[in-house]
């Protein structure tokens, strides 16, 4: 996979390792800003009320 | 064979990152988050009322009564008060929000609409995330019996005294933001404050909770209350 990934990037090494980092950190951004938060409340932390009032 | 083994262990990598990520999120990004979220609310509080814009003092002469005048009704999901518990810290301060929302919960204590407004006669409820979100009521079990919890909206200290808890129960138990709660051994209608957070830790199967009843008031001109001097 990430094989396939890296072979289909363009450029000389150096430019595909900064493609990888830009595209590394997108991935990371999109989880923090919209993946995890959608996540977050699935978990019990969110229930500090009595009958989810 | 060796492409089919090399994507499931890739595929098994990334899943476990992305794990590790979540729980990075989870115990330390909410904490940062919400303490310039909270941060941001107390300012804006502060801002409303040092531009006087809420609402007016009021006639009340300093001190003489527990009966403040009555406060409009309050927005929904907007922050109306700053609570103080010496206990949980010298510095610890956090925004009161109008509603129990979880989008409300990640700004600030929650105040259950519905239940008294504060410093009113009845029961003002206030729920609180004892984990994530910059863990407000992390240190909920250490309050004890006699406890100050003091509120501010901009124009009255309100100074609460814990009198029961915490009292461990289960979520259905609505009993307890009752204006008179049955098991908090208040025997005839007051001006009451409740705070509830779950229990255990980490967990969602029970509740804690501790009352407190109002035990003085004070206008803002006349400087912070006793309990917040050090």
Request: proline content about 8%.
């Amino acid at each position: 996979m990430y094989g396939w990934i890296w072979r289909h990037l363009p450029g000389n090494a150096w430019v595909k390792a900064l493609i990888s980092l830009v595209l590394i950190l997108a991935v990371v951004y999109v989880l923090f800003q919209y993946v995890f938060p959608w996540a977050e409340p699935l978990l019990p932390f969110n229930d500090v009320t009595v009958d989810n009032q | 064979m060796r492409l089919v083994v090399r994507t499931v262990s890739e595929l098994c990598i990334t899943v476990g990152t992305v794990i590790v990520l979540f729980v990075v999120y989870v115990l330390f990004w909410t904490g940062v988050q919400a303490d310039s979220v909270m941060g941001d609310q107390i300012d804006r509080l502060q801002e409303q009322w040092a531009q006087g814009g809420v609402r007016p003092t009021g006639t009340a002469d300093p001190g003489a009564s527990v009966a403040p005048p009555k406060p409009p009704p309050y927005e929904n999901g907007k922050p109306f008060a700053i609570m103080y518990i010496p206990r949980l810290g010298f510095t610890w301060n956090k925004p009161v929000l109008e509603g129990t929302d979880t989008g409300t919960l990640k700004k600030g204590l929650g105040h259950y609409s519905g239940t008294a407004q504060l410093g009113q006669q009845g029961n003002f409820s206030v729920a609180g995330h004892r984990r994530t979100y910059g863990d407000p009521f992390k240190d909920f079990p250490r309050l004890r019996p006699g406890d100050a919890v003091v509120l501010t909206d901009g124009t009255t200290w309100f100074t609460y005294r814990i009198d029961k808890g915490p009292y461990k129960t289960v979520p259905t138990d609505v009993e307890v933001i009752d204006p008179l709660p049955r098991k908090s051994g208040y025997t005839r209608a007051g001006r009451y404050l409740t705070l509830t957070t779950c229990e255990p830790e980490w967990g969602h199967s029970h509740r804690l909770i501790v009352w407190a009843h109002l035990d003085s008031t004070q206008p803002v001109e006349a400087g912070k209350p006793a309990a917040l001097r050090r």
